[in-house]
């Protein structure tokens, strides 16, 4: 899809499946069922859904998925579907995971970041082998020190490989812009370091919102994971970013909505609503 000046696509990783009741929190089941139909085991389905942008400059992709260097149990646990080839996916778009030269992380849960490297007889090397990674770094010391709540959610084979080769960009500010309209926005709320990408180009914006909203149906206020760190900092940025997002016509892109990639909003009696579906 043009964006401006850019080129913007939704690269896949597959599918997995978390508890319905962990990612609506206090919201009652009776209500999340409607638009996300669990199944035996409570799971809800959910999409791995990076992203993809062509500068011209660079190729920047957001987030990596889940990747491919877990065991059974693992992917029998989250149900993981990784029929799609994310490389061969790629390769129908004329690229190769040789030619990405900037990864973004929103944050370094296994879900998010797990394809920032894979296994090689035995050895963990980047998946991206000519990229710099961006990360926030307090969200780097979040993930290595972790806690009994949070520690699950952070796999050190994922990212810690990566210091190590020097390829790690260390983002230490609320806002920066990597590149004439690529900027990097520290939101907190999931992880108190989660951050999101804001994409500007010839008049037209974006927002990748990671865990922030991670699906459609997040976009209600008071729809808020249990996983979230910081539940009433997830509120408030909504409440900042969502009511702007649908004044500017800015297209909102879900990571984790299985239903669809992107979307434009409106807010009428006071409620957040789809006002036009787009497919990247």
Request: neutral net charge; charged residues 25%.
């Amino acid at each position: 899809m043009r964006f401006g000046d850019f080129e913007i696509l939704p690269v896949l990783d597959g599918f997995f499946r978390l508890d319905g009741g962990a990612m609506f929190g206090r919201v009652p089941k009776e209500i999340w069922k409607k638009t996300n139909p669990p199944d035996k085991q409570n799971r809800i389905l959910l999409a791995l859904r990076c992203l993809l942008i062509k500068t011209g400059k660079n190729n920047i992709l957001i987030d990596t998925g889940i990747g491919s260097k877990y065991n059974r149990e693992f992917l029998r646990r989250f149900a993981i579907d990784r029929r799609i080839d994310f490389e061969q996916f790629l390769n129908q778009h004329g690229l190769s995971k040789e030619d990405i030269n900037i990864v973004i992380n929103t944050h370094l849960h296994f879900d998010h970041c797990g394809g920032n490297t894979k296994k090689i007889n035995g050895q963990i090397v980047p998946a991206f082998p000519r990229a710099k990674y961006f990360i926030q770094i307090g969200e780097w010391g979040a993930a290595l020190l972790g806690n009994l709540l949070t520690k699950a959610s952070y796999h050190e084979e994922d990212f810690l490989p990566l210091r190590d080769l020097g390829i790690v960009e260390f983002i230490k500010e609320q806002a920066v812009e990597i590149e004439p309209g690529i900027t990097l926005f520290r939101t907190g709320g999931h992880t108190k370091y989660h951050q999101i990408v804001k994409i500007e180009s010839a008049g037209k914006k974006a927002i990748y919102l990671g865990d922030l909203v991670p699906t459609a149906t997040h976009l209600n206020y008071p729809f808020v994971m249990a996983y979230d760190v910081e539940p009433l900092e997830t509120v408030r940025k909504k409440m900042e970013i969502l009511p702007e997002a649908a004044e500017n016509q800015t297209l909102l892109i879900f990571e984790h909505e299985p239903k669809l990639d992107a979307a434009f909003i409106k807010i009428k009696d006071g409620k957040i609503l789809i006002k036009e579906e787009v497919k990247p």
